[in-house]
């Protein structure tokens, strides 16, 4: 099946951009999509192709229907989610996981693609295109597929249970170190698996 399947990258201006953002709604929203939640999704999408370090892949099947995306790009001081994840953590932990920092912001991929390798080979081509020496996510606390995904790939729990935009929607924190350099960090600033 993985045979079959192409990745390429996509930009603002990607033709396939309006199937990118209906496919965002249909994984995080709703089957039921408002015309206006695919707008939301193509604006927020289009804003974050300007970020500094933006990667975004594409993946289509044989017939070259979209069947999944992924992207994400440096986090950098004063972009509005990674001020939120910075909120949750340790000044230890964000020297240690936000100093060098790759933010992997989205993954999916259509349901009948499921199960299939999709993911894990849209995860780890978005890695390799990124030269920095971590990596952030957060994904929700109820999102087993997601978890089992990730940890799998070698991320690790920074934090449970963060309220990274409300209460109502608690998050998993995870971090995966990238680049053997980043080791070079003096002891305090490396990871403690804090209970």
């Known amino acids: 099946m993985l ?4 990745i ?3 930009n603002s201006n990607d033709s396939d951009i309006e199937k990118i953002a209906k496919l965002y709604c249909m994984t995080f929203l709703t089957d039921n999509i408002l015309l206006e939640d695919k707008e939301n999704a193509v ?3 289009r804003k974050h192709t300007g970020y500094e370090g933006f990667i975004g892949l594409k993946c289509k099947d044989a017939k070259g229907k979209l069947i999944g995306f992924a992207y994400g790009y440096t986090s950098l001081s004063k972009q509005f989610y990674r001020e939120k994840i910075a909120n949750q953590l ?3 932990k964000i020297d240690f996981w936000l100093a060098d920092c ?3 912001v989205e993954l999916a991929v259509n349901h009948s693609y499921k199960r299939l390798g999709v993911a894990s080979k849209l995860h780890d081509e978005l890695l390799a ?3 920095c020496g971590t990596a952030v996510l957060t994904t929700a606390i109820k999102n087993k597929p997601a978890l089992n995904l990730y940890k799998k790939k070698g991320w690790e729990v920074i934090k449970k249970d963060a309220p990274i935009i409300s209460k109502d929607n608690l998050q998993v924190i995870m971090g995966k170190v990238l680049n053997g350099n980043h080791f070079n960090f003096p002891e305090q600033y490396k990871y403690k698996n804090e209970t």
């Open 8 to 10: 390429d990258y996509f």
């Open 3 to 6: 045979e079959n399947i192409e």
């Open 102 to 104: 790759f933010e992997f």
């Open 129 to 131: 295109n990124t030269n």
């Open 90 to 92: 340790s000044d230890d």
């Open 43 to 45: 604006k927020n999408i």
